[in-house]
Nanobody
Framework: QVQLVESGGGLVQTGGSLRLSCKAS????????MGWFRQAPGKDRELVAA????????LYADSVKGRFTVSRDSPSNTLYLQMNALKAEDTAVYYC??????????????????WGQGTQVTVSS
Protein backbone atom coordinates (compact mmCIF):
# COMPACT_ATOMS: atom_id res chain seq x y z
CA GLN A 1 0.00 0.00 0.00
CA VAL A 2 0.94 3.64 -0.31
CA GLN A 3 -0.06 6.61 1.84
CA LEU A 4 -0.48 10.04 0.25
CA VAL A 5 -0.37 13.49 1.83
CA GLU A 6 -1.04 16.63 -0.20
CA SER A 7 0.20 20.13 0.60
CA GLY A 8 0.61 23.49 -1.07
CA GLY A 9 -2.97 24.60 -1.40
CA GLY A 10 -4.13 28.06 -0.43
CA LEU A 11 -5.68 31.31 -1.55
CA VAL A 12 -4.36 32.98 -4.68
CA GLN A 13 -5.56 35.72 -7.00
CA THR A 14 -6.66 35.15 -10.57
CA GLY A 15 -3.62 34.78 -12.79
CA GLY A 16 -1.42 33.61 -9.95
CA SER A 17 0.43 30.34 -9.43
CA LEU A 18 0.57 27.54 -6.90
CA ARG A 19 2.51 24.31 -6.70
CA LEU A 20 0.86 21.36 -5.05
CA SER A 21 2.90 18.50 -3.61
CA CYS A 22 1.90 14.98 -2.76
CA LYS A 23 4.28 13.05 -0.53
CA ALA A 24 4.04 9.28 -0.78
CA SER A 25 5.11 6.75 1.82
CA UNK A 26 4.87 3.01 2.05
CA UNK A 27 5.42 0.93 -1.03
CA UNK A 28 7.91 2.09 -3.66
CA UNK A 29 6.62 5.33 -5.19
CA UNK A 30 8.02 4.59 -8.63
CA UNK A 31 5.74 1.55 -8.88
CA UNK A 32 2.58 3.66 -9.18
CA UNK A 33 0.86 5.62 -11.86
CA MET A 34 -0.26 8.89 -10.24
CA GLY A 35 -3.04 11.37 -10.74
CA TRP A 36 -4.34 14.72 -9.56
CA PHE A 37 -8.10 15.12 -9.25
CA ARG A 38 -10.23 18.01 -8.06
CA GLN A 39 -13.73 18.48 -6.76
CA ALA A 40 -15.52 21.81 -6.72
CA PRO A 41 -18.61 22.38 -4.57
CA GLY A 42 -21.65 20.71 -6.07
CA LYS A 43 -19.64 19.03 -8.81
CA ASP A 44 -18.25 15.58 -9.44
CA ARG A 45 -14.61 14.85 -8.88
CA GLU A 46 -12.64 15.13 -12.11
CA LEU A 47 -9.18 14.30 -13.35
CA VAL A 48 -6.82 17.26 -13.64
CA ALA A 49 -3.64 15.49 -14.67
CA ALA A 50 -2.00 12.09 -14.52
CA UNK A 51 1.51 10.74 -14.98
CA UNK A 52 2.82 7.26 -15.60
CA UNK A 53 5.04 5.41 -13.16
CA UNK A 54 8.11 6.20 -15.28
CA UNK A 55 7.09 9.82 -15.78
CA UNK A 56 7.18 9.33 -19.52
CA UNK A 57 3.48 9.71 -20.19
CA UNK A 58 1.14 12.44 -19.02
CA LEU A 59 -2.53 13.19 -19.39
CA TYR A 60 -4.32 16.50 -18.84
CA ALA A 61 -7.87 17.73 -18.70
CA ASP A 62 -8.59 20.09 -21.59
CA SER A 63 -9.41 22.85 -19.13
CA VAL A 64 -5.87 22.92 -17.71
CA LYS A 65 -3.73 22.15 -20.76
CA GLY A 66 -1.01 24.75 -21.19
CA ARG A 67 -1.47 26.05 -17.64
CA PHE A 68 -0.80 23.05 -15.36
CA THR A 69 2.17 20.69 -15.33
CA VAL A 70 2.35 17.37 -13.52
CA SER A 71 5.70 15.92 -12.55
CA ARG A 72 7.20 13.44 -10.14
CA ASP A 73 10.45 13.03 -8.27
CA SER A 74 11.19 9.45 -7.31
CA PRO A 75 14.11 10.06 -4.91
CA SER A 76 11.86 12.21 -2.72
CA ASN A 77 8.70 10.15 -3.36
CA THR A 78 6.84 13.30 -4.35
CA LEU A 79 4.26 14.15 -6.99
CA TYR A 80 3.84 17.76 -8.06
CA LEU A 81 1.25 19.88 -9.81
CA GLN A 82 2.46 23.27 -10.99
CA MET A 83 -0.55 25.49 -11.59
CA ASN A 84 -0.11 28.74 -13.50
CA ALA A 85 -2.55 31.34 -14.81
CA LEU A 86 -5.10 30.25 -12.26
CA LYS A 87 -8.76 31.02 -12.83
CA ALA A 88 -11.72 31.23 -10.47
CA GLU A 89 -13.05 27.98 -11.95
CA ASP A 90 -9.92 26.19 -10.70
CA THR A 91 -11.22 26.60 -7.15
CA ALA A 92 -11.66 23.12 -5.69
CA VAL A 93 -10.28 20.57 -3.30
CA TYR A 94 -7.35 18.87 -5.04
CA TYR A 95 -6.55 15.23 -4.39
CA CYS A 96 -3.63 13.08 -5.40
CA UNK A 97 -4.22 9.44 -6.19
CA UNK A 98 -2.16 6.35 -6.94
CA UNK A 99 -2.84 3.34 -9.10
CA UNK A 100 -0.98 0.05 -9.28
CA UNK A 101 -2.67 -0.85 -12.56
CA UNK A 102 -0.12 -1.19 -15.33
CA UNK A 103 -0.75 0.87 -18.44
CA UNK A 104 -1.39 4.36 -19.70
CA UNK A 105 -2.74 6.61 -16.92
CA UNK A 106 -6.51 6.71 -16.87
CA UNK A 107 -8.91 9.58 -16.19
CA UNK A 108 -11.30 7.21 -14.37
CA UNK A 109 -11.55 7.57 -10.60
CA UNK A 110 -11.99 3.85 -10.06
CA UNK A 111 -8.60 3.20 -11.68
CA UNK A 112 -6.97 4.70 -8.59
CA UNK A 113 -7.05 2.75 -5.33
CA UNK A 114 -5.18 5.12 -3.02
CA TRP A 115 -6.12 8.71 -2.25
CA GLY A 116 -4.84 11.59 -0.18
CA GLN A 117 -6.98 13.72 2.09
CA GLY A 118 -7.09 16.69 -0.27
CA THR A 119 -5.89 20.28 -0.18
CA GLN A 120 -8.05 23.35 -0.81
CA VAL A 121 -7.22 25.71 -3.66
CA THR A 122 -9.17 28.96 -3.79
CA VAL A 123 -8.72 31.43 -6.64
CA SER A 124 -10.18 34.85 -6.01
CA SER A 125 -11.07 37.29 -8.77
Amino acid sequence: QVQLVESGGGLVQTGGSLRLSCKASGRTFSYYNMGWFRQAPGKDRELVAAISSSGGRTLYADSVKGRFTVSRDSPSNTLYLQMNALKAEDTAVYYCAASSIIGTPSPRENWYAYWGQGTQVTVSS
